[in-house]
């Protein structure tokens, strides 16, 4: 037993310079055994921005924060960005990784109060239609 999280990496390079230790990079990742699913975005080359995801269950990864920065003091021209959500709906965080140091940042939720003005679409005309997931 444990506490289960999701975790989502993007990775940045510094402006303006091609990132050119992604393939290293991703190779290093694959020995953490926690990425299983690895995809570039398919940004240009010129935003220096990939998208790396992490697995595709939820995991006990409780050295995370201690993997990224060993992981970043490796490849310290590129920025890690990880995002995190654990099993309790209020627990999301996002970490900045770079040259071994970090910078961690638990995400607010802002709920704005209700304001009419702001509802978009038109009222369905069918009212008996049945919803998409009525049986019958």
Same mark, same amino acid.
């Given at each position: 037993m444990g506490y289960d999280s999701q975790h989502n990496l993007t990775i940045t390079c510094n402006p303006g310079i091609h990132c050119t230790?992604?393939?290293? &990079?991703?190779? #290093? &990742? *694959?020995?953490?055994?926690v990425f299983q699913t690895i995809e570039d975005l398919g940004i240009s080359p010129h935003d220096n921005r990939y998208h790396l995801f992490a697995c595709t269950d939820w995991i006990h990864w409780y050295d995370s924060e201690e993997d990224l920065q060993i992981l970043s003091a490796k490849f310290p021209e590129v920025l890690l960005e990880e995002t995190g959500q654990g099993e309790n709906y209020d627990d999301a965080w996002t970490t900045y990784f770079k040259g071994g140091r970090y910078m961690a940042d638990a995400q607010e939720v802002v709920i704005h109060p209700f304001d009419e003005?702001? !509802? /978009? *679409? #038109? $009222? $369905?005309?069918? !009212?008996? /239609?049945?919803?998409?997931?009525?049986?019958?």
């Open positions: 230790v992604v393939q290293e &990079l991703v190779e #290093e &990742l *694959g020995k953490m055994n003005t702001k !509802l /978009k *679409g #038109e $009222p $369905p005309k069918d !009212l008996n /239609k049945k919803y998409s997931c009525q049986a019958g």
